[in-house]
């Protein structure tokens, strides 16, 4: 069982499911919506090697949808600064809370005609994810 906010610039889930279950998801449910894992982040293990300590776990996939990217990065080289996708995971107040950034409040940054229709696909992808990903 999840519970949604979707916010002016953000699609957040908060599930009881635990961290390390759903990051073990990512992978398989992100192509399942023909998306891929680019590369992972853990933040705590990355600060903990700089020497900060950082308790909360937050694991953060960097996903994309290559024909997506294709074409918005065809109309503006400068919309490769916002990608790819962001999906963050992490813990807080003993929940897991799955979250993205909207894409179409990020693209509507860059005047580019025919990114809003793409943004649009987008985030309706990203938040079938989150959402199987928070269930």
Do not use: W
């Not at 957040?12 to 073990?24: I, L, P």
């Amino acid at each position: 069982m999840s519970e949604a906010n979707v916010s002016n610039h953000l699609i957040k889930h908060t599930t009881s499911r635990s961290f390390d279950d759903v990051c073990a998801e990512v992978a398989s449910t992100c192509q399942e919506h023909e998306f891929g894992v680019l590369g992972t982040i853990d933040l705590r293990a990355k600060m903990k090697s700089k020497g900060v300590e950082f308790e909360p776990a937050c694991t953060v996939f960097e996903v994309c949808n290559p024909r997506k990217a294709k074409e918005v990065l065809t109309a503006n080289m400068d919309i490769s600064s916002s990608l790819p996708c962001r999906l963050a995971i992490y813990t807080e107040n003993g929940k897991t809370v799955v979250s993205t950034l909207r894409s179409t409040r990020l693209l509507a940054l860059y005047d580019t005609p025919g990114a809003a229709d793409e943004a649009l696909e987008v985030e309706k992808t990203m938040t079938a994810i989150i959402e199987q990903l928070a269930d």
